[in-house]
């Protein structure tokens, strides 16, 4: 398994864009799948991106044509491009590594979206 590092998060006005990274501790170039959950207060956590190691994203429909997923196997580092937001994408963001045996999480950045 991996050890995860997010970060990028902070305070950011509506339409605004920021872009959180998640740092592996090893090569993720033999990870089947990567991506980004959230977590509202009071809310279950939802599944908001997550690529493949071919390079296939798939997105959440409601952050669909804001966020961007990629992956940079050289840095082993993925990011989550996010443009556009709106107050509803408040929460705390967790990088996972969906390996084969287990899945690794991060530690989680707060992204809070606020005029």
């Known amino acids: 398994q991996v050890q995860l590092v997010e970060s990028g998060g902070g305070l950011v006005q509506p339409e605004g864009s920021l872009r959180l990274s998640c740092a592996a501790s090893?090569?993720?170039?033999?990870?089947?799948?990567m991506g980004w959950y959230r977590q509202a207060p009071g809310k279950q956590r939802e599944l908001v991106a997550v690529?493949?190691?071919?390079?296939?994203?798939n997105y959440a429909d409601s952050v669909k044509g804001r966020f961007t997923i990629s992956r940079d196997s050289a840095k082993n580092t993925v990011y989550l491009q996010m443009n556009n937001l709106k107050p509803e994408d408040t929460a705390v963001y967790y990088c996972?590594?969906?390996?084969?045996?287990?899945?690794?999480w991060g530690q989680g950045t707060q992204v809070t979206v606020s005029s």
């Open positions: 690529i493949t190691a071919g390079g296939r994203p």
């Open positions: 996972y590594a969906n390996g084969v045996i287990h899945v690794d």
């Open positions: 090893g090569s993720i170039r033999s990870i089947p799948a």
